[in-house]
């Protein structure tokens, strides 16, 4: 008897914190939750992973989740970036609804609290250069040693503070810093700044402002402010919770709930933004949003789903360990869910043409019968056209063929998909020795692709009529780097020579079936034995189509990753 219907769904330990506070009755059982980008970049796909599981929780238990932009820093942060990261999280398929927030919506009452820790002895304006600060906070095994402005009167400090706010002095002059413990183990407990002068226009606030609140200072209080119950952050930031909780409580403003989790991480890619900037601008990757680049809106373009991205973060779990996923496991998600709902059609990427030599050269047009999806049945079937010139795949030829090669060659028989079986009597080469075309037969009683008379072939070719054709620029991805950890390099090396060279081959000759002429937009298809693909949303026109590869139909990587390992063994052994 099948007990699973008795069973609870296991549950992670944020869930858990979750359920308990509702059972104790904290914060009358509400859920409220926010995703709290800096817009100084575009999102990733750790972002991914923590929009997934801020908006999910909210979902879950019937709460509220904020969509908070922490614009604290002018420097860096551009409404263009504001915009992308508004796109990925409804792209990703979530509502903030009314709750659009910023952290520079908040500017004034941070900088009346900044006033209130000053007047309480809890803060102070210093006029050391950062560098300095920096030396006199000590080391993990050295306590800090105390600024000479520490001592400064609470009116001193707050005329000096007034003054920073009015623009009376240059970037660097002054900072403002709490008073906690330059003797504490946890070093974002010594002294840390609070405010800092920045001559520079804000992206929402123009010239309002010229000092701005640290990140620090601002995260917590911006969540206070909107309520937030539990505080979903990644496990960089644990350190930095006891100084959140200390201007919480040094302030007596309500009290969000703070808790870590491990970020995501995968092989063969980076996440950091400096890293991703890096890319972008030395000109190895084609924007923030290139189909190799890991950013939400680079996966978008490739042809990635909202759902695959949503199921593969829920599938990795929620942990308080740092890990690193293979990123087979996202492009498995993506396979799944495209296997059951890609319509298929055919394609020859590197085109090898044929001659039918015995079909009638005034037939009339034959439309074999094609099936769109044998995962689901209710997309039905299209007509594909045949003639006596074709294309196949070069590959799927070879002069001299060894035993285990099951496609054609001289003298062989193979399948043509949902149409005839064909037999190769000769071929051309060019003047450089190069197979430009093969002449083969056909048997008209094999039309569908199976023989009447039961004789069996072991190769299936896909194949498109080179009369109706679709010329289209298909662009073929792979992993970036070529590292499962890019940054694992050589001392004096460069994250960056694990760049992989081959991780984008543009082909400029492919030919397509006649229906992708009307492919749609932001739809994937399988083109059989190939892949996964999709228009690209960029560069493709109706006139000149460029369809990306989402992903391979089986992870080609590892078997080439395990190839070049088994021959590196062997010249070991040798």
């Known amino acids: 008897m099948d007990d699973t219907s008795d069973k609870k769904p296991s549950v992670n330990f944020i869930e858990e ?5 509702r059972a104790n009755g904290k914060h009358d059982g509400r859920v409220h939750t926010r995703f709290p980008p800096e817009p100084n970049g575009y999102l990733h796909i750790g972002h991914a992973k923590s929009i997934c599981l801020n908006f999910g929780l909210a979902e879950q238990y019937g709460g509220k989740c904020n969509l908070r932009f922490d614009d604290t820093n002018p420097a860096k942060e551009e409404t263009e970036y504001v915009d992308s990261i508004m796109e990925d999280v409804r792209w990703l398929g979530f509502d903030w609804e009314d709750r659009l927030f910023y952290a520079s919506d908040y500017f004034q009452q941070l900088y009346d609290w900044a006033v209130q820790l000053i007047e309480q002895g809890d803060a102070y ?13 000590g080391t993990v095994t050295k306590p800090g040693t105390p600024s000479p402005h520490r001592e400064r009167s609470v009116a001193e ?4 503070f007034e003054r920073m706010k009015n623009g009376e002095f240059k970037d660097g002059a002054h900072v403002l810093r709490a008073k906690i413990d330059l003797a504490s183990p946890n070093m974002t407990m010594r002294d840390p700044v609070m405010y800092r002068i920045l001559n520079a226009p804000h992206h929402r606030t123009g010239d309002t402002w010229c000092i701005y609140p640290m990140y620090d200072f601002a995260h917590g209080q911006s969540d206070s402010i909107e309520g937030i119950t539990h505080s979903i952050c990644t496990l960089e930031f644990e350190n930095h919770r006891p100084l959140y909780d200390w201007f919480i409580q040094k302030l007596g403003i309500f009290a969000p709930q703070q808790i870590e989790f491990a970020r995501l991480n995968l092989t063969y890619t980076v996440t950091s933004k400096r890293k991703l900037l890096e ?3 030395e000109g190895h990757v084609h924007g923030w949003d290139d189909p190799r680049m890991p950013t939400i809106c680079g996966f978008r373009r490739r042809g990635y789903t909202p759902s695959s991205i949503r199921k593969f973060s829920k599938e990795t779990g929620v942990t308080k360990f740092n890990g690193v996923t293979d990123l087979a496991r996202l492009e498995n998600s993506l396979r799944e869910e495209l296997n059951k709902t890609a319509e298929r059609r055919m394609a020859v990427l590197n085109p090898l043409k044929v001659v039918i030599t015995n079909y009638p050269e005034d037939a009339d047009e034959d ?12 997309d039905g079937v299209r007509q594909v056209p045949f003639a006596k010139e074709i294309y196949i795949e070069q590959d799927d030829f070879m002069e001299d063929p060894p035993k285990k090669f099951f496609r054609l060659g001289p003298g062989r028989e193979v399948r043509l998909r949902y149409a005839y079986f064909i037999t190769c009597h000769d071929f051309v080469k060019d003047d450089d020795g190069n197979i430009v075309e093969l002449h083969c037969t056909y048997d008209p009683a094999t039309r569908g692709g199976d023989a009447p008379d039961g004789r069996k072939v ?16 298909v662009r ?3 992993h970036l780097f070529t590292e499962e950890d890019p940054n694992d390099v050589p001392e004096g090396g460069d994250w960056k020579d694990n760049l992989n060279p081959e991780s984008l081959t543009v082909l400029t000759d492919a030919k397509l079936e006649p229906s992708l002429g009307d492919a749609e937009m932001g739809k994937n298809y399988q083109f059989e034995r190939l892949g996964y693909f999709c228009l690209d ?12 590869r989402t992903v391979s139909l089986k992870d080609s990587w590892a078997r080439k990753q395990k190839q070049q390992q088994n021959k590196k063994q062997g010249k070991k052994k040798g």
């Open 17 to 21: 914190i979750i359920n308990t506070d």
């Open 125 to 137: 304006v210093d006029s050391c250069s950062l560098e300095e600060i920096r030396e006199m906070r």
């Open 367 to 378: 439309l074999l019968e094609a099936v769109n999806n044998p995962e689901n049945p209710d």
């Open 458 to 473: 072991k190769g299936t070719l896909h194949w498109v009529s080179a009369e109706h054709a679709v010329e289209a620029e």
């Open 476 to 478: 073929v991805y792979d």
């Open 537 to 548: 949303s960029k560069d493709s026109t109706a006139e000149a189509p460029v369809f990306n």
């Open 157 to 160: 400090n707050l005329d000096l």
């Open 279 to 281: 890319l972008v601008q």
